[in-house]
């Protein structure tokens, strides 16, 4: 995302004025989360300057700080534990736009549970197969991960502190047939170029 992302961290990208990471708060607001916790990373001291502790949106925000150089889903979530406490927990990529709707969610059956959606142009051959109930590592159709789940602290309370991607976790847990899923057919963008945040700036289609 440079230049862009060179004075701004991913998560405060604007579409017509309002912050990425925004549109995700209200968004679980509206599903009756009332405490978020915010991965900070890349210039990560602006999003509590910019978001503060919540009040304007009705919810608790507090910060897990991973600093400049970011811990990974895996690391970034294991560091998050302490301020999550043991229940089940959504998660979400902030550099995502959808109009998913989190309160269609709930605790996992196994260990977590993966919001699937139709292959991008950009990522054809999708990231895990699905076969209606179940996410498993190989097989078919398959799909492409949309950045939002729930999880269970045991997914990785198990892990040390530190910086490791989550999809190796979810793979070995998905070879105990332990992770579910859901195809997502809704609008979903990943905001990954800048070319793809212009697309939504000028998408007539693209609200929330």
């Not at 301020?83 to 998913?100: C, E, M």
Request: proline fraction near 8%; hydrophobic fraction near 40%.
């Amino acid at each position: 995302m440079r230049p862009l992302t060179a004075t701004t961290p991913k998560a405060l990208l604007e579409i017509r004025g309002k912050a990425l990471v925004e549109f995700h708060i209200e968004a679980l607001v509206r599903a009756g989360v009332d405490r978020i916790v915010i991965n900070t990373g890349w210039l990560g001291a602006q999003l509590p300057a910019r978001l503060g502790h919540g009040t304007r949106f009705g919810a608790d925000l507090v910060y897990s700080h991973e600093g400049q150089e970011p811990l990974e889903t895996g690391g970034g979530m294991r560091r998050a534990l302490a301020l999550l406490g043991d229940a089940p927990f959504i998660a979400t990529n902030a550099d995502i736009y959808t109009d998913f709707d989190y309160a269609r969610l709930a605790p996992p059956q196994g260990l977590a549970h993966l919001v699937l959606i139709d292959n991008p142009p950009h990522h054809p051959r999708g990231d895990f197969a699905f076969d209606g109930k179940r996410v498993h590592v190989c097989g078919s159709p398959r799909l492409t991960f949309a950045g939002i789940g729930v999880y269970r602290p045991e997914l990785t309370e198990h892990l040390p502190d530190g910086r490791y991607p989550l999809a190796p976790i979810l793979k070995e847990a998905m070879d105990f047939g332990i992770v579910t899923g859901e195809h997502f057919r809704g609008a979903w963008t990943d905001v990954g170029t800048p070319e793809r945040l212009a697309h939504l700036q000028l998408s007539a289609s693209s609200n929330i």
